[in-house]
Nanobody, 126 residues
Framework: QVQLAESGGGSVQAGGSLRLSCVAS?????MTWFRQVPETEGKGVAS??????????YYTDSLKGRFTISHDNAKNTVSLQMNNLKEDDTGIYYC????????????????????WGQGTQVTVSS
């Protein structure tokens, strides 16, 4: 099972930016960021996968244009650049990985991932 370690969370005012990083222990995985807020199910934020045909990225529609996911395959690292942050972006962000195939329509669903990081807190204040 792949080991994941997130970093880069913190507190920022609305309109600010943060960059999260997640390092995987090795291999090529479908890697996805999820946001968890208390008493709700984790919500998929963005997913990335690099294969022979290049890198494919997927975003939850509401975050397109503000969040950018990137993948450094050589470093087994996936990053999430978050710009123009809003209070609703507050939560614990988890990195998840899956070595197998997932239909692109399911990439942002947490049930398909077996490996998870410890999470990093992002707090956006007004």
């Amino acid at each position: 099972q792949v080991q994941l370690a997130e970093s880069g969370g913190g507190s920022v005012q609305a309109g600010g930016s943060l960059r999260l990083s997640c390092v995987a222990s090795g291999g090529n995985y479908r890697m996805t960021w999820f946001r968890q807020v208390p008493e709700t199910e984790g919500k998929g934020v963005a997913s990335v996968y690099t294969a022979g045909r290049g890198t494919r990225e997927y975003y939850t529609d509401s975050l397109k244009g503000r969040f950018t996911i990137s993948h450094d395959n050589a470093k087994n690292t996936v990053s999430l650049q978050m710009n123009n942050l809003k209070e609703d972006d507050t939560g614990i962000y988890y990195c998840a990985a899956n070595a197998g195939w997932i239909d692109w329509r399911r990439l942002l669903q947490s049930i398909w991932y077996a490996s998870w990081g410890q999470g990093t807190q992002v707090t956006v204040s007004s």
